[in-house]
């Protein structure tokens, strides 16, 4: 089941991807890459920082398949997507709750930190994003107002408090993946962004 | 002789990132460096995504030898690059088909899927140049309108189909090379870009 | 004694980042992670090159305790820093300095090349700087107008020099880390920049 979700978070994130890359008038290549980058990006930063080589997606051809489908199809229906938005938005809410748990028990299994875990989990899902905006030349979105690392943090602090009490490591896992699921949703429908400092 | 071209490929690729760092008006570290990562981009990532540390430039010191004189060399004769232009081209195109092929060769030789071994490849030939726009902060050329990349993956196609065959193993690397090479400049010659699907 | 200026350094890595992130109006976590990123940024692409991992920062958590703890009194007292700027520019220089060799040490150590370990030294000092200015979408400061890398560049030729003679270990430190401080205060101090080749 796990397995699916993370099927389901790439395609929503190669998917978010590939729309930045069009409106950037990027050619098919680019927009192939862009796609990939967003999806494998921050798994593939998380993993070299902890010397996890040859990077995951290398050593399950399944990822780039997904994502090469998922950019044609982004392609194709570009027109539609925008009546897939809600769902393309909880597949990649999804997406994101599970890569940072993910992150985090790569982080336990190598001896780290449960402060360095959270990082690596926030890096985790956060990450493909940023790459995206690098190449495309933006100022990372995630820098300047989304709530979306926060919800990261909270989900792996939850996750460590939960895991104090002996409870079923599944029920951890989709607990702190709900945490951060929860607090996207909220934060999107009521428009919450983390305050900036900056005044004129 | 495969080395030999290797370091006109990596002499092609300096050059071609110390005449655009020269144009951004960078002072000449910034030269320096930008002519040293487009040389050496590419094979760093590759090496870094399979783990194959410490990465290729920092044990054979030639390298650097090289890139330092081809700095120094294209800010002297900057005024003159332009009647080199075409040997320019030919080295780059020469670097890539090589790159590409040993790109693969490594992700065999690391156990790889053929899928990630051309991925590897294309991003050996093809990421040098990406970091050089992007620390140029500029969205990186070949996401918007060269055929690069698809030379590399269409010469990486061909890899894997000729190795099928009993042929020797460097006729199956100069095939590829070719092809890489062939259909860079018949792109180039004969002005064909990727489309882009953006539309106003 | 290194710890401490260690320390030092990565607080005023940490402020630098930070001030930058503030005036590109991010919110709360972007500062928060351009502060992280200049003070580690560095030693962790020197940690990866090397294949030293799971990076130094994941293995101590002091600095992320320091990182956070300079970011928010950075924020907190941001219309004051300025009183503090004479400082910042002392810790960070001392930084740069500590940093370099450091990094030289680290590649002589994984048995590199001398030209290749100044090339560790100074990436460690300047690529946190990078990050930070690339994240921000910036054309890095010392491509453009800083003496910085080249004063990690000649402290690194001071320390293989005077490691040719029967010196000891922590003067050869300390009188490397020093050379790099001095370039840097009288480059800031009388203006001196490296020429830009570019004409009109």
Redo the contacts between chains.
């Keep these: 089941m796990f397995y699916t979700i993370d099927i389901l978070g790439t395609i929503a994130f190669a998917i978010s991807g590939v729309l930045v ?11 192939l ?2 796609g990939f980058v967003t999806a494998v990006g921050g798994g ?1 930063l998380r993993d ?4 996890q ?3 995951s ?3 399950d ?1 399944t990822y ?1 398949y997904v994502i090469l489908g998922s950019a044609i199809f982004a ?1 194709l229906f ?1 027109s539609y997507i925008n009546y897939l938005r809600t769902s393309l938005f909880l597949f990649d809410t999804i997406g994101i709750g599970l890569y940072t748990v993910v992150g985090i028990e790569k ?1 336990i299994h ?1 001896g ?2 449960p ?2 875990c959270i ?2 989990g926030t890096i985790t899902a956060s990450f493909g994003g ?1 790459i995206r905006d ?7 979105v ?4 989304e709530i ?3 919800a990261c943090i909270v989900g792996g602090i939850t996750y460590f408090l939960v895991r104090m009490f002996p409870l079923d490591d599944n029920f951890v896992f989709l607990l702190s993946a709900g945490i951060v699921i929860l607090i996207r949703i909220l934060a999107v429908k009521f428009k919450i ?6 005044k004129d």
């Design positions: 890359a069009i409106n950037k008038k990027m050619d098919l290549f680019g927009i890459i862009i593939t070299i920082l902890i010397g080589t040859p990077v997606w290398m050593q051809i780039t392609m570009r982080g190598a780290l930190h402060v360095i990082a690596l940023v690098i190449l495309s030349n933006e100022i990372p995630i820098f300047r107002k979306y690392a926060t962004g983390l305050p900036t400092i900056y």
